[in-house]
């Protein structure tokens, strides 16, 4: 894929707010953007990526729908308002319908689920329309990828507290830990 042929608005660095608040998906994230030829502006939380956004008006945003314990879909509607125009991706490790479409009524140009390389963040971000040509899934979500999505939710919800979780989730504190240990399968 030729980076430079998706650059728009006559600036060859264009601005980039990158809001994630796992450090090193950040900085990893961050850097491979920048590779790409962004200038990116990187936030940890809410408030931090208000500040910058009021400062650089950024041409582009890359946010996480988890900023510690405020949501990234307030970001994206407070972003629109900062910054007209700008193009803003969603990034969730766990997908729902719901916050998708919620995150496109806010003003998010597209919805991306982790794990997620920067080509597609790149492409996501260039997107004009949906593709009508896309055919739905010949099947749904294994059992194991449901469970692993749900686990991650709950695990979110109590700000990565294992134990917490477990007691959540009904199930013994070890198991927890060799569950979250296993990669997700992606069907």
């Not at 500040?51 to 008006?57: G, Q, S, T, V």
């Not at 125009?85 to 991306?112: C, D, H, N, P, Q």
């Not at 919800?157 to 927890?176: P, V, Y």
Request: glycine share 6%.
């Amino acid at each position: 894929m030729n980076h430079t042929a998706l650059k728009t608005r006559n600036d060859p660095h264009p601005s980039l707010l990158l809001a994630e608040d796992d450090e090193i998906f950040r900085h990893v994230l961050s850097r491979a953007l920048a590779e790409r030829g962004y200038d990116v502006i990187a936030a940890r939380d809410l408030a931090d990526a208000e500040r910058l956004a009021e400062d650089h008006r950024p041409s582009y945003a890359v946010v996480d729908l988890r900023l510690g314990d405020d949501s990234g879909l307030e970001l994206i509607d407070r972003l629109t308002r900062i910054s007209p125009g700008i193009r803003a991706v969603i990034l969730t490790g766990y997908a729902s319908i719901a916050t998708a479409v919620e995150a496109i009524k806010l003003g998010a140009t597209y919805y991306l689920t982790k794990p997620v390389d920067a080509d597609e963040v790149v492409a996501a971000l260039h997107r004009d329309e949906g593709n009508p040509g896309i055919s739905p899934a010949e099947r749904p979500c294994s059992v194991k990828r449901l469970e692993w999505e749900h686990i991650q939710q709950v695990l979110q919800q109590c700000q990565g507290n294992i134990s917490e979780t477990a007691r959540k989730l009904g199930m013994h504190r070890r198991t927890l830990q060799r569950k979250l240990q296993k990669r997700p399968v992606r069907h």
